[in-house]
T-cell receptor
Framework: GDSVTQMEGPVTLSEEAFLTINCTYT??????LFWYVQYPGEGLQLLLK?????DKGSNKGFEATYRKETTSFHLEKGSVQVSDSAVYFC???????????FGGGTRLMVKP | DTEVTQTPKHLVMGMTNKKSLKCEQH?????MYWYKQKAKKPPELMFV???????INESVPSRFSPECPNSSLLNLHLHALQPEDSALYLC??????????FGEGSWLTVV
């Protein structure tokens, strides 16, 4: 079945540091890939998505590129802020189209 | 505007109580979902409704009873819950096969 593996946290960075959170997946066919963010005490917000190979999703300074050859969708941001502190979930929506498979989540803590 | 609205935001209930969680979306989405999230874990799918019909039940105990009164509303009826059912309950919606959007969640505590 489908699966998503993302790096375990917590990831602790200083403000303005470069961020990478690794995400790899296993799926048949051509899934859509997502990053969701969950701020403390809140629900999940869609951060960005990509629906086909080589697509780049971007939002709020975050980027991720759908790499089919390496089955990866790594999240990057050039300069993190304290307000980016949250849990980040990588997810895929497979061929069925109505079910998300989540990675375990990565907690990011950004210190001033 | 991608918005899924859930009420109440917080709920404390006893093990003998009957309560309901409510969810509403006005995006015209035809699929609606209930997820359960425990602390430091990803959300786990409970139910999927597609065109107002239950299409997926992930072997959820019968003390959780979903209901989809119309295409915009989704309820989760709770009865005889256990303390281990305390969690964040997330509603979500999507247009078939597309991006799934989540609400802010309902924090449930069973005492």
């Amino acid at each position: 079945g489908d699966s998503v593996t993302q790096m375990e946290g917590p990831v602790t960075l200083s403000e303005e540091a470069f961020l990478t959170i690794n995400c790899t997946y296993t799926a048949t066919g051509y899934p859509s890939l997502f990053w969701y963010v969950q701020y403390p005490g809140e629900g999940l917000q869609l951060l960005l998505k990509a629906t086909k190979a080589d697509d780049k999703g971007s939002n709020k300074g975050f980027e991720a590129t759908y790499r089919k050859e390496t089955t990866s969708f790594h999240l990057e941001k050039g300069s993190v802020q304290v307000s980016d502190s949250a849990v980040y979930f990588c997810a895929l929506n497979g061929n069925a189209g109505n079910m998300l498979t989540f990675g375990g989540g990565t907690r990011l803590m950004v210190k001033p | 505007d991608t918005e899924v609205t859930q009420t109440p935001k917080h709920l404390v209930m006893g093990m003998t109580n009957k309560k309901s969680l409510k969810c509403e979306q006005h995006m015209g989405h035809r699929a609606m979902y209930w997820y359960k999230q425990k602390a430091k874990k990803p959300p786990e799918l409970m139910f999927v409704y597609s065109y107002e019909k239950l299409s997926i039940n992930e072997s959820v105990p019968s003390r959780f009873s979903p209901e989809c009164p119309n295409s915009s509303l989704l309820n989760l009826h709770l009865h005889a819950l256990q303390p281990e059912d305390s969690a964040l309950y997330l509603c979500a919606s999507s247009q078939a096969g597309n991006t799934i959007y989540f609400g802010e969640g309902s924090w449930l505590t069973v005492v």
